[in-house]
């Protein structure tokens, strides 16, 4: 536990300079791309983006184990493989993972045949996105 508390304290502290080097508000427009699939739903059940339901909810992702969302129920097998060594988001696997969601996924199972569900993904705006999804936890 005390291992797991540290392991949180320092993602903290590597999550805040990613703050600083995206443009959340250019982050906010590249998003648009993301909000098909995705919502952004604080625990209390406020919608801050509303967005489809085909991908699981993205709020305060960054710092959550990877495929952990509860009430998701549509995570694909490579997805969840990585989640259970307990990988956790931080900003630069995500920049990564919107990048080319199927590499990521080759990547980090050492499966060339494993495939991300995400279809959508982006070449630009990466760390734009990742300030605007920090600048929404509250
Ligand atoms: C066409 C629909 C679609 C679009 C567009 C899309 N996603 Fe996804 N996303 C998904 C699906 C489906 C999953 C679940 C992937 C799986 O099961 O392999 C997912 C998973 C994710 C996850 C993993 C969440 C977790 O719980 O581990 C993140 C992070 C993510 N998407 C970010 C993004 C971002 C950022 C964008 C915009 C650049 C984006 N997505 C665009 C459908 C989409």
């Known amino acids: 536990m005390k291992?797991?508390?540290?392991?949180?304290?320092?993602?903290?502290a590597f999550a805040v300079p990613a703050?600083?080097?995206?443009?959340a508000e250019a982050g906010k427009k590249a998003f648009n791309l993301?909000?098909?699939c995705h919502s952004v739903?604080?625990?209390a059940g406020e919608a801050l983006v509303k967005g489809g339901k085909v991908g699981p909810n993205l709020y305060d992702v960054i710092g959550r184990q990877?495929?952990?969302m509860a009430d998701y129920t549509l995570y694909g097998e490579g997805i969840l493989a990585v989640g259970a060594t307990g990988m956790v988001w931080t900003d630069d696997e995500l920049e990564v993972y919107m990048t080319d969601p199927?590499?990521?996924i080759k990547d980090k199972t050492g499966n060339p045949d494993a495939k991300s569900k995400m279809t959508?993904?982006?070449a630009k705006n990466q760390e734009d996105?990742?300030?605007?999804?920090?600048?929404?936890?509250?």
Request: net charge positive.
């Open 102 to 104: 199927n590499i990521w």
């Open 3 to 12: 291992k797991l508390f540290v392991t949180a304290a320092t993602m903290l």
């Open 41 to 43: 739903v604080t625990p």
């Open 19 to 23: 703050l600083a080097d995206g443009d």
């Open 129 to 138: 996105i990742v300030a605007y999804l920090l600048s929404l936890v509250q």
């Open 120 to 122: 959508g993904k982006t």
């Open 66 to 68: 990877v495929a952990s």
């Open 34 to 36: 993301c909000k098909a």
